[in-house]
């Protein structure tokens, strides 16, 4: 207990607890990238740690190289801690890949320090997301004048999928077929679907089963194609059949900043944000 001015004690104020939805968030991310990062490299270092989740595949695709603080962390001197065990096990590996903070989990204090506990930790912000769910299934049928979709079920159709989230994040072509190209988890176990103008790709967009819910994943539309409603169409098609496929009325997802004005209008609602983090160079 401390003293008050008065000479009196009082018991310090509990932390606050983070909801429900973003603790949902996080374990939706720690249970989806254990999947995908398995399904690049039966290997990969997939580790639960007291606080920290690490999902690495080691792939020239970023995203698939995660590390994620996951609670117990929220005070903040055990933030600057989990920070700098989660950007040394960074530092050990490869390929770059990314820190998610989600920060709902951290109180106001840990809010505070944040800024310099990440700066000492040698970490630098990279760009920010929200974690966003729904209780939103069944869609109607989804359809698009300008479109027709496909499932993703031949490595050529994989290759496309690569390539159109290669140029929708700016990456080289070849990071995007060396996370992706020639699993067969993509073509067998997740829903996943291309948006065709014809016979040309211009948007993509997969569900899979997470811990009962649908999680979205590796949504990307050609910048050449952006704003005609081709990310949100294909988005619809994923959840649709992988709600035909499961009966799961539940969905979830992570969506950047350029993404995120799409998903409530398709029944989602954000809930925690989340900040990524890069290893600072130099």
């Known amino acids: 207990m401390k003293p008050t001015p008065h000479g009196t004690y009082r018991t310090p104020a509990a932390p606050p607890v983070p909801g429900p939805e973003s603790i949902e968030s996080v374990q939706q991310l720690t249970v989806a990238w254990r999947a995908l990062v398995l399904a690049r490299d039966a290997g990969a270092d997939v580790r639960d740690l007291p606080g920290i989740a690490i999902r690495w595949a080691d792939s020239r695709l970023s995203f698939l190289n995660c590390a994620a603080l996951t609670g117990a962390g929220g005070q903040a001197e055990l933030l600057g801690q989990r920070l700098g065990q989660a950007a040394d096990i ?52 989804p359809a698009h004048p300008d479109l027709t979709f496909v499932r993703v079920s031949t490595d050529e159709h994989l290759q496309a999928y690569a390539d159109l989230n290669s140029r929708a994040y700016g990456l080289p072509l070849e990071d995007g077929r060396d996370g992706l190209v020639g699993l067969p988890f993509w073509k067998d176990e997740m829903y996943a679907y291309l948006a065709m103008r014809g016979d040309v790709p211009v948007a993509c967009a997969a569900t899979t089963q997470a811990a009962g819910r649908l999680f979205v994943a590796f949504v ?16 619809r098609k994923a959840l649709y059949e992988g709600h035909l496929a499961t009966g799961l009325t539940r969905a979830t997802l992570h969506a950047t900043e350029a993404g995120a004005p799409v998903y409530p209008r398709i029944g989602f609602q954000p809930n925690s944000q989340i900040r990524f983090y890069t290893l600072r160079k130099g």
């Not at 920060?103 to 630098?124: N, P």
């Not at 990307?220 to 988005?235: L, S």
Request: glycine share 12%.
């Open 90 to 141: 960074m530092r050990s590996k490869k390929q770059p890949g990314f820190l998610w903070l989600f920060e709902d989990l951290l109180d106001a204090g840990a809010r505070s320090a944040l800024a310099t506990a990440a700066e000492q930790a040698g970490l630098q912000y990279a760009f920010a997301g929200t974690g966003m769910a729904g209780d939103l299934l069944p869609l109607p049928e």
């Open 220 to 235: 990307a539309t050609d910048p050449r194609w952006q704003r005609r409603g081709y990310g949100e169409a294909v988005t």
